[in-house]
């Protein structure tokens, strides 16, 4: 079932950020739902998305972080696929989502403290998204989309196995996703994304990925890998490889 996205207003969500303490027993139960058609929490986005296939996020606290983290990349990558990565740096859009729409995942996964100062903690990082770092890496939903948009960029003809390789652990993660120049360049890292598949050794010890990745940086500054071919990046990418190795 398809939905239009909603988004709060600046003044909702400043009001929302200020009001956490008075609103503990929202974030431990019945949630936001009352609010769901306020005027202020019903702005329209003009996207379309998969409301039912959202719901069906895992709420299970997970015993793999990475596998489930996977699963429910997929979920959110599909259901929010109308999402572009300018409208993915919205605030108010997570805000809205978390709140309402992917409020019983978000409670589960990451509200269910007892101590109220870890809860406003917990709601201020996962639940709210001031900056884009925030967003990629912190926010309960804009995370997932982040990383099923990184892995469709740079695999597109297999997203589940780019998935796995970046989801691997969430160092790997990390290195992956913050090394911006690589993932905005889908040759280079796609190539990367290949040798993973190839050489066992990259992914074995996360001490050998953080070695490969600043061996990449280092080799390939300056490098205009726009001007090379696939053979020419696969060939630079093993060679990274080796020299960390040594």
């Known amino acids: 079932m398809t939905a239009n996205l909603k988004y709060l207003s ?3 969500v400043a009001d929302l950020r200020a009001t956490v303490p008075q609103n503990f ?3 431990r139960s019945a949630g936001f739902a009352d609010l769901a058609e306020d005027p ?3 702005i329209g986005l003009g996207v379309e998305f998969d409301e039912e296939l959202l719901s069906t996020l895992d709420l299970n606290k997970p015993k793999s972080l990475a596998a489930i983290d996977l699963e429910n990349s997929r979920i959110v990558g599909v259901a929010l696929r109308g999402l572009t990565p300018s409208l993915a740096n919205e605030e108010r859009v997570w805000v809205r989502l978390s709140h309402i729409e992917a409020f019983s995942y978000c409670r589960a996964r990451w ?6 100062g870890k809860l406003s903690k ?4 996962h639940l709210f998204a001031r900056t884009q770092t925030g967003i990629r890496d912190d ?3 804009s995370r997932l989309w982040w990383n099923y948009h990184i892995a469709r960029t740079c695999l597109p003809e297999d997203v589940d196995v780019a998935l796995r390789l970046i989801l691997k652990s969430a160092d790997i993660r990390s290195n992956f996703v913050e090394r911006i120049w690589m993932t905005s360049r889908q040759p280079v890292a796609s190539s990367v994304l290949s040798a993973m ?3 066992p050794w990259i992914t074995e010890e996360e001490s050998n990925f953080r070695k490969f990745m600043k061996t990449l940086n280092r080799l390939g500054g300056g490098t205009v890998f726009e001007a090379l071919s696939r053979i020419e990046i696969d060939e630079f990418v093993l060679n990274c490889v080796r020299v960390a190795r040594q």
Do not use: P, S
Not at 122 to 125: C, F, H, R
């Open 139 to 141: 926010h309960a939903i």
């Open 197 to 199: 598949q190839a050489e």
């Open 25 to 27: 027993g929202r974030y």
């Open 40 to 42: 202020t929490w019903d």
């Open 122 to 125: 917990a709601v201020e990082k």
């Open 10 to 12: 600046d003044k909702a």
């Open 111 to 116: 509200l269910d403290v007892e101590d109220d």
